[in-house]
């Protein structure tokens, strides 16, 4: 499917058919203000049980390139220059400026509060927690659906 993305007066993401000839086609228009103003977005995601849910962060295209960029070591052999990727550093510093709150996890029975280090620990140590923040961070129609849904409940 084809969108059609119009750049100026942009609010929100809309992604539902308007009423146009481009419909007629399959064009969908999605309003796209908060990339085009540079603006910070983030959304409450639900995560796994009830009462579970992350707040995250919109990651660029361009920061996650800086963030991966971080996570690139480089150093010299034989004269040579050599770079070395570390997946598990990209994920801590992924998690740290993607994962800006959470709540229902607990340790104990007590709240477990969402710090830096906490953050680094669970991207870390879990997959699933990792991959669901890899994945959702960068999905501006999953952040702004999120966004959407925790509004109406409210």
Same mark, same amino acid.
């Given at each position: 499917m084809i969108a059609e993305i119009e750049v100026s007066n942009l609010q929100e993401v809309n992604t539902e058919p308007m009423a146009s000839e481009n419909n007629k086609k399959g064009v969908l228009n999605m309003e796209i203000g908060k990339i085009a103003s540079r603006e910070e977005f983030s959304a409450? =995601?639900? +995560? /796994?049980? @009830? /009462?579970t849910a992350v707040e995250i962060r919109f990651i660029? #295209?361009?920061?996650?390139?800086?963030? $991966?960029?971080?996570?690139?070591? =480089?150093? +010299? !052999? #034989?004269?040579?220059k050599t770079e070395e990727y570390d997946a598990v550093e990209a994920g801590k510093l992924l998690g740290k400026a993607a994962v800006v709150n959470w709540k229902g996890f607990t !340790?104990?029975?007590e709240p477990h509060p969402c710090t830096p280090d906490n953050v680094e620990l669970m991207m870390e140590r879990w997959a699933e927690f990792a991959s669901f923040v890899d994945d959702t961070c960068t999905d501006l129609i999953r952040l702004?659906?999120?966004? $959407? @849904?925790?509004? #109406?409940?409210?």
């Amino acid at each position: 499917m084809i969108a059609e993305i119009e750049v100026s007066n942009l609010q929100e993401v809309n992604t539902e058919p308007m009423a146009s000839e481009n419909n007629k086609k399959g064009v969908l228009n999605m309003e796209i203000g908060k990339i085009a103003s540079r603006e910070e977005f983030s959304a409450w =995601v639900p +995560f /796994g049980e @009830e /009462g579970t849910a992350v707040e995250i962060r919109f990651i660029s #295209r361009e920061e996650l390139i800086k963030l $991966r960029k971080k996570a690139t070591k =480089v150093g +010299f !052999v #034989r004269n040579q220059k050599t770079e070395e990727y570390d997946a598990v550093e990209a994920g801590k510093l992924l998690g740290k400026a993607a994962v800006v709150n959470w709540k229902g996890f607990t !340790v104990d029975g007590e709240p477990h509060p969402c710090t830096p280090d906490n953050v680094e620990l669970m991207m870390e140590r879990w997959a699933e927690f990792a991959s669901f923040v890899d994945d959702t961070c960068t999905d501006l129609i999953r952040l702004q659906e999120a966004d $959407r @849904e925790a509004e #109406r409940k409210n």
